[in-house]
């Protein structure tokens, strides 16, 4: 939603250029709707970590979404467990963002869990963006389509769309509510490169957004 559509990232687009390759699909049920901050994973992302090294006992933080606004995760599961750990981090990474829009707090420590300094940074201007508005967001995006693979150089790959057409902003004083509009370029793909942590955590460490590449 920006303003209309200003929910799409289109400003976190923190660029690489990620390979558009073939990804193996997940597949499966929808992912329930909680996470709120704790202890930070390590900061230092790898790509060269044992994809297969089983994760540390880091304590994720945990996010809640209110009422007001759902994330609604289709397919989010893999047999594999590492893809499966992949797309576990990667639809946080996605829900800790929604979740400081709406609290109004772009220094998120959930924000600052699942995503590198790069990303951190740009996922923050855009959070400060509704802040510096005073703008929330309310209604309902659908996040589907997960493909995820991992690379020959051990980076997870996870593309994904979000339909953002039941979303829409609402000014915290005002109340005013500006809804997302009812076009193509409202369904955005989400490309996402993830570097494991020595404690198992898979940040973000890049990210675009394809506003119209869910069609």
Known sequence: MNRPAR???AALTASIALLVTACGSGG???SSDTIKGTEAGDAKTSAGAS??????????PKVTLPKQFQADFESWSNSDPKLQ????????ELRSKYAAIIEA???????AFYNSETTQATARKWIKQFTDDGDSIIGKVRVFDPQVHISDTGSGVLF??????EASTQNRETKK???TPDKPESLIQYRLRLDRTSQGVWKTTSLTTVPGACN
């Open 160 to 165: 994904y769309c979000v339909d953002e057409r």
């Open 51 to 60: 994809a297969s090294a089983s994760p540390g006992s880091v304590k994720r």
């Open 28 to 30: 499966g049920d929808s």
């Open 105 to 111: 707090d772009p220094e998120s420590d959930a924000v």
């Open 177 to 179: 509510i500006v809804s």
């Open 85 to 92: 750990a992949i797309l576990n981090d990667g639809r946080e």
């Open 7 to 9: 929910l799409t990232t």
